[in-house]
């Protein structure tokens, strides 16, 4: 792999920065290309010791040069919380849009492969469970959440019309919901939300009845499938998540005891468009791919808490998912 050169957008965020990481360990150049809109410098420090990681302050929105010769573009750059994208709607629009063109052209221009990372939310609140990639969704266009899952909805189309009418190598992940170490303890997700309760003894606020679910990929096991899936040939979509669903007051549950904390727990409203249920079929993953996730919720957690309680013990947080 030495000298072979990945450019990763959005690689000062949560995902992003463990991407990074694991190229540079597989022998990669990095250009990361972020404008810190919802990402960290802290994410990335220390990357450039080696002399492989490059970090290029930018908003991809706007074409970014690179001299270099490039081998894949991992496009990771967007709002990515529910939080993040209610703040920033227009520009969650214009990086899905805008900032997607400006990658596959980059792509295209270097003979790059291209990765997007699209996520779960083009699937909407869905009527078909778990979600199979040739589940269309169920997306009202104009709700609150429309701003992200439109973005991505559009992005797919452009990823995919781009592959077809100019000849670019390209992939869709469609990731579901991930969690680690640097997630943003304030970004309203609910496991750095609980986490960050339990650790600080406040109560851990389930939004509804608790009922609703989710499937919790530990981030390594998605950075995995991300490499996979540039590596393979195949254009997606493909699912990348982890299949075993949990609600969301048996997460609290969990994360409440291996926090070791006696945290009360409590019940506030829910948002509007807040699916009942995600899960990921991944049959296409395992059979294209070869991939499937590895870490088991309890230990992914346990390595989640362990961050927290090193970097963010004192940080206070609302949920919104
Ligand atoms: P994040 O907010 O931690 O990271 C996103 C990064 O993109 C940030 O560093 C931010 O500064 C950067 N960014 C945003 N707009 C930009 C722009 N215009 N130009 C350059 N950089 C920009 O989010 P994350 O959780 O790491 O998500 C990464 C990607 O994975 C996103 O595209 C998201 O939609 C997708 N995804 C994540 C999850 C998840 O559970 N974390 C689930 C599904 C999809």
């Known amino acids: 792999m030495r000298g072979t050169c990945a450019v990763v957008t959005g690689g000062a965020g949560f995902v992003g920065s463990h991407l990074c990481r694991r190229l540079l ?5 990095v250009i990361c290309v972020d404008n810190l809109l919802t990402g960290s410098r802290r994410n990335i420090t220390g990357l450039g010791s080696a002399g492989h990681f490059r970090f290029i302050p930018w908003d991809v929105s706007e074409r970014v040069r690179i001299d270099e010769a490039v081998d894949v573009v991992f496009h990771l750059a967007s709002p990515a919380s529910p939080a993040a994208y209610l703040r920033y709607p227009l520009e969650t629009l214009t990086v899905g849009s805008a900032g997607t063109h400006n990658t596959l052209d980059l ?16 699937y909407g609140s869905p009527h078909v469970h778990p979600q199979t990639e040739t589940y269309w969704g169920n997306v009202n266009p104009i709700g609150p959440r429309s701003v992200y899952d439109e973005a991505k909805r559009f992005a797919e189309a452009l990823v995919t019309a781009h592959g077809t009418t100019r000849g670019t ?6 990731i579901f ?24 003894g406040q109560a851990l606020t389930i939004t509804g009845t608790g009922t609703q679910t989710r499937s919790l990929c530990y981030v390594d096991d998605l950075v995995d499938g991300l490499l996979r899936l540039h ?17 969301m007051l048996d997460l609290a549950l969990l994360i409440r005891e291996a926090a070791g904390s006696d945290s009360p727990i409590t019940f506030t409203g ?8 995600r899960c990921p079929d991944i049959r296409r993953a395992r059979a294209e791919l070869g991939w499937s996730p590895t870490v088991d919720l309890r230990e992914g957690m346990a390595r989640t808490i362990s961050w927290f309680r090193s970097v963010h013990h004192d940080a206070s947080t609302r949920p919104t998912v």
Not at 169 to 174: L, P
Not at 177 to 200: K, S
Not at 270 to 277: F, G, I
């Open 169 to 174: 190598s390209t992939a869709i992940a469609r």
């Open 270 to 277: 829910r948002p509007q468009d807040d699916p009942d249920l």
């Open 231 to 247: 590596s393979s040939t195949t254009p997606g979509p493909v699912n990348l998540g982890n299949p075993d669903e949990i609600t």
């Open 177 to 200: 919901n991930t969690y680690g170490p640097r997630m943003q303890p304030t970004d309203g997700r609910a496991v750095p939300t609980f986490v960050v309760q339990a650790l600080t």
């Open 25 to 29: 360990a597989e022998g990669y150049k």
């Open 107 to 122: 792509a295209h221009e270097k003979g790059a492969r291209y990765v997007l990372a699209s996520t779960s939310e083009v």
